[in-house]
Structure formats: structure tokens, C-alpha cells
């Protein structure tokens, strides 16, 4: 089955820097990669996502890529801001099948 | 996206007894499902919740357990049975909404076992 392994478990950053979270995927079957961001005590947020006919997909300050090849996929904050103090969570879909397969999650500081 | 609520919110059980979470959608949806998340974890697919059939669980969890109920299109119930403090957990629902198949989450239900 799928497993998808991300890193790092934790970020700390600087208001104002980028933040980079980085995903793999081991079933080269899965097509789609979303990215959820849960803030304490609320359920995960799905914030952007990407499928395997596409190789970047951008949402104002979110990025996310997609390395088909390496089966690793990345998400990308730009010009970090307080509020996207949370933990990050990555997941993958095989084609096909309706299960999410997460990642261990990342979470992320933000420092004023 | 779908508007997704989950009661209760949180709550405080003795080990032994059961407890019933419901999970409760403003559209009808195809998909839905309950995820596991045990403290400062990951998520993990307990089953999917079926409309008018048995729910499909995930190796490791068992009906017994875990009985889940599927009337309609917008109303799903979760049972953790016989509860022991490993059950401790955020217990969330998700539906399958949006033309691409993206999938939503409820706020969840924090669920301490003493």
C-alpha cells in the first residue's frame, strides 16, 4: 500500500521567511497530493492541493511541486506570517482508491 | 467544500463504557469516513462509512470496536466501545465534496478515557 513520509517534524522560522515542507510517496499509483493545516484544537484544513498531471500549483503565498520522477512533493510558504504558526500535514491518493494516506506531520513556528 | 458538524466536541469517559459520536453534513455527499488521531500523531483511517451497507474498516480496527452507522447521505454515527485509556483520541469525520474529490474535516471530537 501507500506510505508517505515527511519531513521535517519540526520548522522554525523567522516572520517573513519561507518555509519549505517535503513529502514522499512510495506507490507511484497515487495521483493526487493534498496539504492540510491544522490549528490547535481544530480539525485539518485543506489549504492546497496538487495532482500528477501538473508539476506546481501556487495559491497567493502557498506552493506546492510535484517531482513524479522522485515521488517526492513539497509545499512552499512564502513571506510567513504569525498566524501560519500550525502543524502541516501531507497526503496521498492512489488513483482509483478513496483513501488519504497522511504524513506524519510538520509543525511549523513562525517567530515575531 | 461541505459545512461539517461533529458532536460532541469533547468528552470525558470512564474506561469500560461506550460512547457515540455523530458527525452530521449540510449536502449529501457520497464519501465519508472516520479518522484516528491519537495525541500529537498523525491521521489514520479508521473506516469508510457506507450509505445502507456495512462500513469498510481498516486493517487494525473491527466492528466490534469501532460499529459505525450510515442512514443517509448526511448523518454518520461512530461508537468506540469498551473504552480503555488508549482510545484517548481526536476522533474526526470526513467527507468526500468538491467536483475533484478533494476531502473535508470536521473540527473533530477529543475524546479523554480515564
Known amino acids: 500500500g501507500e506510505n508517505v513520509e515527511q519531513h521535517p517534524s519540526t520548522l522554525s522560522v523567522q516572520e517573513g521567511d519561507s518555509a519549505v515542507i517535503k513529502c514522499t510517496y512510495s506507490d507511484s499509483a497515487s495521483n493526487y497530493f493534498p496539504w492540510y493545516k491544522q490549528e490547535l484544537g481544530k480539525g485539518p484544513q485543506l489549504i492546497i492541493d496538487i495532482r500528477s498531471n501538473v508539476g506546481e500549483k501556487k495559491d497567493q503565498r502557498i506552493a506546492v511541486t510535484l517531482n513524479k520522477t522522485a515521488k517526492h512533493f513539497s509545499l512552499h510558504i512564502t513571506e510567513t506570517q504569525p498566524e501560519d504558526s500550525a502543524v502541516y500535514f501531507c497526503a496521498g491518493k492512489i488513483q482509483g482508491a478513496q483513501k488519504l494516506v497522511f504524513g506524519q506531520g510538520t509543525r511549523l513556528t513562525i517567530n515575531p | 467544500s461541505a459545512v461539517i458538524s461533529q458532536k460532541p466536541s469533547r468528552d470525558i469517559c470512564q474506561r469500560g463504557t461506550s460512547l457515540t459520536i455523530q458527525c452530521q453534513v449540510d449536502s449529501q455527499v457520497t464519501m465519508m469516513f472516520w479518522y484516528r488521531q491519537q495525541p500529537g500523531q498523525s491521521l489514520t483511517l479508521i473506516a469508510t462509512a457506507n450509505q445502507g451497507s456495512e462500513a469498510t474498516y481498516e486493517s487494525g480496527f473491527v466492528i466490534d470496536k469501532f460499529p459505525i452507522s450510515r442512514p443517509n447521505l448526511t448523518f454518520s454515527t461512530l461508537t468506540v466501545s469498551n473504552m480503555s485509556p488508549e482510545d484517548s483520541s481526536i476522533y474526526l469525520c470526513?467527507?468526500?465534496?468538491?467536483?475533484?474529490?478533494?476531502?473535508?474535516f470536521g473540527e473533530g471530537s477529543r475524546l479523554t478515557v480515564l
Open positions: 470526513s467527507v468526500g465534496a468538491g467536483g475533484a474529490g478533494e476531502l473535508f
